[in-house]
């Protein structure tokens, strides 16, 4: 049972046991007349506000007076059931957002994964292998400058412009079959976009620090003004989280142009014959549809995000 404490100094956590196991319950006083209980577990959290001081557990808390925290799936309320306090309760509502989504992503990794697999087991007609591809094209390109680095891993292949480096993997630089030219065509893409000061190219390198930032203050600023009622600060949640919807929005039209780059160098240095082009057609056009995934997930927390807010304004 929860003993209902004197509150502590603004800002500082208690913890209490709250009789269940796989729970951590925190007691949170942000301002001396108000507490939020959080209640966690790997697949559940609880958050709950009240006046002045934490509740007994013996109260019974209904999940009705509980807060949805979007992101973690999450409406949760606990209910006395045998002498003890249990979580239950997931907000649906969560689903309706962010279900599309969340299929659209699986069936896109799904895609590009299966798109590498057919096609990273079909030999180029040339036999050429991606790094000796990529030390073919780079000079011609223009690019001679660019050094090319190995990266451990599988589809981890990348353009790095601060260091004007390809990196290519193990499977990518020495596989000699039509998912690896493809890559290494798209890839080379990019540099082609950073020599040419390619404008959504630049922003997107702009805006990375602030994006690494927004991610996790966005979402941290819509709990905090959520649960504490205050809503300014949760409409400020939801602003800094928008750099990431910009970041998305940005990068899918500087990866669907480095794939038409890509088709374009294979077919000007006859890399690919044309039933080859199809299958690296393919396998850059799977790769984009994971960027439009990541657009629709971004998109579909924020939506979820202004609903709650614009809900909880027509409420009060």
């Not at 689903?95 to 590498?116: C, D, E, G, I, M």
């Not at 959520?226 to 940005?250: E, H, R, T």
């Not at 790769?287 to 657009?295: C, D, F, H, I, S």
Request: net charge neutral.
């Amino acid at each position: 049972m929860l003993v209902s404490p004197t509150p502590p100094p603004p800002g500082k956590p208690v913890e209490f046991a709250f009789g269940i196991a796989d729970y951590r319950i925190t007691a949170l006083f942000p301002f001396p007349d108000l507490c939020i209980i959080m209640a966690e577990s790997d697949d559940a959290l609880l958050m709950h506000r009240t006046p002045g001081k934490m509740p007994y557990a013996s109260d019974g808390l209904d999940y009705k007076d509980m807060q949805p925290f979007g992101g973690v799936s999450a409406m949760a309320g606990a209910a006395k059931h045998g002498g003890n306090t249990e979580m239950f309760y997931f907000d649906p509502l969560y689903l309706v957002f962010a279900l599309p989504a969340l299929l659209l992503t699986f069936y896109a990794q799904w895609k590009v994964k299966s798109a590498y697999s057919k096609y990273s087991k079909v030999p180029n007609r040339r036999g050429q292998s991606g790094l000796d591809f990529a030390r073919q094209i780079l000079g011609p390109l223009g690019l001679s400058y660019i050094g090319i680095e190995g990266v451990p891993g599988e589809l981890t292949d990348h353009y790095d412009p601060r260091d004007k480096v390809l990196r290519l993997s193990q499977g990518v630089a020495y596989g000699r079959t039509i998912a690896a030219l493809a890559i290494v065509a798209h890839e080379t893409g990019h540099a082609l976009q950073d020599a040419k000061n390619y404008a959504p190219l630049r922003m997107r390198g702009a805006i990375v620090p602030a994006v690494t930032v927004s991610a996790w203050v966005g979402p941290i600023l819509f709990m905090l003004g959520w649960f504490i009622g205050m809503s300014g600060v949760a409409w400020l949640g939801v602003a800094v989280f928008g750099m990431s919807l910009v970041f998305a929005l940005v990068t899918l039209p500087v990866e669907l142009d480095a794939s038409r780059r890509g088709l374009k160098i294979l077919e000007s240095f006859n890399a690919l014959d044309r039933d080859e082009l199809k299958g690296a057609r393919a396998v850059l056009t799977a790769a984009a549809l994971t960027y439009v995934a990541a657009l629709a997930q971004t998109l579909s927390t924020m939506l979820y995000y202004v609903f709650l807010l614009s809900s909880s304004r027509r409420q009060d």
